[in-house]
Protein backbone atom coordinates (compact mmCIF):
# COMPACT_ATOMS: atom_id res chain seq x y z
CA UNK A 1 0.00 0.00 0.00
CA UNK A 2 0.99 3.65 -0.61
CA UNK A 3 2.20 5.13 2.33
CA UNK A 4 4.37 8.68 3.33
CA UNK A 5 7.05 9.00 6.61
CA UNK A 6 7.95 11.69 8.04
CA UNK A 7 9.77 10.83 10.58
CA UNK A 8 10.33 13.79 12.59
CA UNK A 9 7.42 15.17 14.21
CA UNK A 10 8.80 18.45 15.50
CA UNK A 11 11.81 20.40 15.05
CA UNK A 12 13.14 23.45 15.80
CA UNK A 13 15.69 25.57 14.07
CA UNK A 14 17.65 29.27 14.40
CA UNK A 15 16.02 31.60 12.09
CA UNK A 16 18.87 32.04 9.23
CA UNK A 17 19.89 28.57 9.62
CA UNK A 18 19.35 26.15 7.32
CA UNK A 19 16.41 23.81 6.73
CA UNK A 20 15.71 19.73 5.91
CA UNK A 21 12.58 18.21 6.66
CA UNK A 22 12.37 14.53 5.78
CA UNK A 23 10.10 12.11 3.77
CA UNK A 24 10.53 8.90 2.52
CA UNK A 25 7.64 7.00 0.29
CA UNK A 26 6.43 3.69 -0.79
CA UNK A 27 4.78 3.40 -4.02
CA UNK A 28 4.80 1.11 -6.85
CA UNK A 29 4.67 3.44 -9.49
CA UNK A 30 6.70 6.73 -10.75
CA UNK A 31 5.21 8.95 -7.86
CA UNK A 32 3.93 12.09 -8.37
CA UNK A 33 5.28 14.09 -5.21
CA UNK A 34 4.56 17.32 -3.22
CA UNK A 35 5.05 19.26 -0.17
CA UNK A 36 2.37 21.38 1.20
CA UNK A 37 2.36 23.84 4.23
CA UNK A 38 -0.34 24.54 6.83
CA UNK A 39 -0.75 27.53 9.14
CA UNK A 40 -2.57 27.34 12.33
CA UNK A 41 -6.50 27.18 11.48
CA UNK A 42 -5.69 27.30 7.37
CA UNK A 43 -6.00 25.44 4.36
CA UNK A 44 -3.05 23.93 3.03
CA UNK A 45 -0.56 25.85 0.17
CA UNK A 46 1.23 24.11 -1.79
CA UNK A 47 4.96 25.06 -2.15
CA UNK A 48 5.93 22.69 -5.11
CA UNK A 49 5.71 18.99 -6.40
CA UNK A 50 7.87 16.57 -8.79
CA UNK A 51 5.98 15.06 -11.66
CA UNK A 52 8.90 14.33 -13.27
CA UNK A 53 12.57 15.23 -15.27
CA UNK A 54 15.18 16.96 -13.31
CA UNK A 55 15.12 15.08 -9.69
CA UNK A 56 15.73 19.03 -8.03
CA UNK A 57 12.75 21.09 -7.68
CA UNK A 58 12.30 24.69 -6.68
CA UNK A 59 9.03 26.03 -5.16
CA UNK A 60 7.79 28.76 -3.63
CA UNK A 61 9.20 31.36 -0.57
CA UNK A 62 12.42 30.22 -1.54
CA UNK A 63 12.33 26.00 -1.07
CA UNK A 64 13.46 23.30 -3.20
CA UNK A 65 13.12 19.59 -2.50
CA UNK A 66 15.23 16.20 -4.28
CA UNK A 67 13.63 13.47 -5.16
CA UNK A 68 15.97 10.38 -4.47
CA UNK A 69 14.76 7.41 -6.48
CA UNK A 70 16.99 5.28 -4.44
CA UNK A 71 16.68 6.54 -1.42
CA UNK A 72 12.03 6.90 -1.93
CA UNK A 73 12.75 9.89 -0.83
CA UNK A 74 11.60 13.68 -1.16
CA UNK A 75 13.25 15.86 1.42
CA UNK A 76 12.58 19.79 1.24
CA UNK A 77 15.28 22.11 2.59
CA UNK A 78 15.62 25.77 2.38
CA UNK A 79 19.07 27.71 2.70
CA UNK A 80 18.02 30.56 5.38
CA UNK A 81 15.20 30.13 7.86
CA UNK A 82 12.54 32.96 8.52
CA UNK A 83 10.35 33.47 11.42
CA UNK A 84 7.61 33.32 9.16
CA UNK A 85 8.58 29.83 8.33
CA UNK A 86 7.06 28.48 11.62
CA UNK A 87 4.28 25.89 10.24
CA UNK A 88 3.34 22.27 9.89
CA UNK A 89 4.69 20.72 6.76
CA UNK A 90 3.54 17.90 4.90
CA UNK A 91 4.82 15.70 2.20
CA UNK A 92 2.53 13.27 -0.01
CA UNK A 93 2.46 11.49 -3.06
CA UNK A 94 -0.18 11.70 -5.44
CA UNK A 95 -1.78 8.53 -6.96
CA UNK A 96 -2.28 9.83 -10.25
CA UNK A 97 -4.45 6.59 -11.70
CA UNK A 98 -7.02 7.53 -9.01
CA UNK A 99 -7.71 10.77 -9.84
CA UNK A 100 -5.69 13.22 -8.44
CA UNK A 101 -5.94 11.52 -4.68
CA UNK A 102 -2.96 12.18 -2.59
CA UNK A 103 -1.48 9.99 0.52
CA UNK A 104 0.06 12.64 3.05
CA UNK A 105 2.52 12.11 5.50
CA UNK A 106 1.98 12.84 9.44
CA UNK A 107 3.75 16.16 9.34
CA UNK A 108 6.65 17.90 10.42
CA UNK A 109 5.95 20.85 12.92
CA UNK A 110 8.29 23.27 12.75
CA UNK A 111 9.72 25.94 14.68
CA UNK A 112 11.91 28.89 14.14
CA UNK A 113 13.84 30.52 17.55
CA UNK A 114 15.17 33.97 17.42
CA UNK B 1 -10.15 35.30 -8.33
CA UNK B 2 -11.71 34.02 -5.31
CA UNK B 3 -10.28 30.43 -4.02
CA UNK B 4 -11.68 27.43 -2.77
CA UNK B 5 -14.17 28.29 0.48
CA UNK B 6 -15.73 26.40 2.38
CA UNK B 7 -19.01 26.84 4.99
CA UNK B 8 -19.16 26.93 7.85
CA UNK B 9 -15.95 27.92 9.20
CA UNK B 10 -16.57 25.81 12.47
CA UNK B 11 -19.54 23.77 13.54
CA UNK B 12 -20.68 21.79 16.89
CA UNK B 13 -23.27 18.67 16.64
CA UNK B 14 -23.59 15.75 19.26
CA UNK B 15 -23.86 12.32 18.62
CA UNK B 16 -26.14 10.82 16.76
CA UNK B 17 -26.66 13.95 14.59
CA UNK B 18 -26.12 14.82 10.98
CA UNK B 19 -24.11 17.73 9.13
CA UNK B 20 -23.82 19.06 5.79
CA UNK B 21 -20.70 20.92 4.78
CA UNK B 22 -19.90 23.06 2.01
CA UNK B 23 -17.28 23.87 -0.55
CA UNK B 24 -17.13 26.08 -3.48
CA UNK B 25 -14.30 25.97 -6.19
CA UNK B 26 -12.34 28.31 -7.97
CA UNK B 27 -14.53 29.52 -10.56
CA UNK B 28 -13.28 26.92 -13.62
CA UNK B 29 -12.26 23.83 -11.73
CA UNK B 30 -14.68 20.97 -12.31
CA UNK B 31 -13.09 18.72 -9.59
CA UNK B 32 -13.87 18.50 -5.65
CA UNK B 33 -11.87 16.36 -3.45
CA UNK B 34 -12.86 16.10 0.69
CA UNK B 35 -9.96 15.39 3.16
CA UNK B 36 -10.32 14.66 6.39
CA UNK B 37 -7.46 15.94 8.60
CA UNK B 38 -7.26 14.75 12.59
CA UNK B 39 -5.58 16.46 14.90
CA UNK B 40 -1.94 15.88 14.96
CA UNK B 41 -2.04 13.53 11.57
CA UNK B 42 -2.12 14.49 8.15
CA UNK B 43 -5.46 14.63 6.01
CA UNK B 44 -6.83 11.74 4.52
CA UNK B 45 -8.48 11.47 1.25
CA UNK B 46 -12.52 10.69 1.69
CA UNK B 47 -13.98 11.29 -2.08
CA UNK B 48 -13.10 13.16 -5.34
CA UNK B 49 -15.64 14.79 -7.71
CA UNK B 50 -15.25 15.33 -11.59
CA UNK B 51 -17.74 16.39 -13.98
CA UNK B 52 -20.46 15.53 -11.24
CA UNK B 53 -19.58 11.56 -11.01
CA UNK B 54 -17.30 10.21 -8.43
CA UNK B 55 -14.06 9.77 -9.00
CA UNK B 56 -12.64 8.21 -5.98
CA UNK B 57 -13.47 6.85 -2.53
CA UNK B 58 -11.45 6.62 0.36
CA UNK B 59 -11.86 3.95 3.62
CA UNK B 60 -14.47 6.00 5.25
CA UNK B 61 -18.05 4.40 6.45
CA UNK B 62 -21.24 5.10 4.32
CA UNK B 63 -22.00 7.45 6.62
CA UNK B 64 -19.91 9.47 4.62
CA UNK B 65 -21.18 10.80 1.12
CA UNK B 66 -20.54 13.99 -0.96
CA UNK B 67 -22.16 14.80 -4.22
CA UNK B 68 -21.28 17.40 -7.05
CA UNK B 69 -23.43 19.83 -8.35
CA UNK B 70 -24.31 21.67 -12.08
CA UNK B 71 -21.94 24.61 -10.48
CA UNK B 72 -18.88 22.28 -9.48
CA UNK B 73 -19.71 23.39 -5.75
CA UNK B 74 -20.41 19.91 -3.86
CA UNK B 75 -21.83 18.96 -0.22
CA UNK B 76 -20.05 16.65 1.97
CA UNK B 77 -22.81 14.80 4.40
CA UNK B 78 -22.14 12.74 7.37
CA UNK B 79 -24.96 10.87 9.32
CA UNK B 80 -24.88 9.39 12.24
CA UNK B 81 -21.88 11.82 13.74
CA UNK B 82 -19.30 10.11 16.18
CA UNK B 83 -16.75 11.62 18.06
CA UNK B 84 -14.01 10.61 15.94
CA UNK B 85 -15.55 12.25 13.63
CA UNK B 86 -14.06 15.50 15.03
CA UNK B 87 -11.53 16.68 12.47
CA UNK B 88 -10.93 19.43 10.09
CA UNK B 89 -12.91 19.13 6.86
CA UNK B 90 -10.59 19.88 3.92
CA UNK B 91 -12.14 20.71 0.11
CA UNK B 92 -9.87 21.08 -2.71
CA UNK B 93 -10.25 22.50 -6.34
CA UNK B 94 -8.38 21.12 -9.09
CA UNK B 95 -8.75 22.26 -13.23
CA UNK B 96 -9.38 18.00 -14.26
CA UNK B 97 -9.09 14.84 -12.81
CA UNK B 98 -5.53 14.74 -12.46
CA UNK B 99 -4.53 18.46 -11.66
CA UNK B 100 -3.21 19.92 -8.89
CA UNK B 101 -5.13 20.52 -5.75
CA UNK B 102 -6.05 24.01 -4.39
CA UNK B 103 -7.02 23.47 -0.80
CA UNK B 104 -9.97 25.66 1.23
CA UNK B 105 -8.88 26.62 4.38
CA UNK B 106 -11.47 23.47 5.86
CA UNK B 107 -14.66 23.58 8.46
CA UNK B 108 -13.52 22.73 12.08
CA UNK B 109 -16.09 20.23 13.25
CA UNK B 110 -16.43 19.07 17.27
CA UNK B 111 -18.69 16.21 17.74
CA UNK B 112 -19.92 16.51 21.81
Known amino acids: AQSVTQPDIHITVSEGASLELRCNYS??????LFWYVQSPGQGLQLLLK??????LVQGIKGFEAEFKRSQSSFNLRKPSVHWSDAAEYFC????????????FGAGTILRVKS | DAGVTQSPTHLIKTRGQHVTLRCSPI?????VSWYQQVLGQGPQFIFQ???????GRGNFPDRFSARQFPNYSSELNVNALLLGDSALYLC???????????FGSGTQLSVL
Open chain 2, 92 to 102: ASSSAANEKLF
Open chain 1, 27 to 32: YGATPY
Open chain 1, 50 to 55: YFSGDT
Open chain 1, 92 to 103: AVGLMEYGNKLV
Open chain 2, 27 to 31: SGHKS
Open chain 2, 49 to 55: YYEKEER
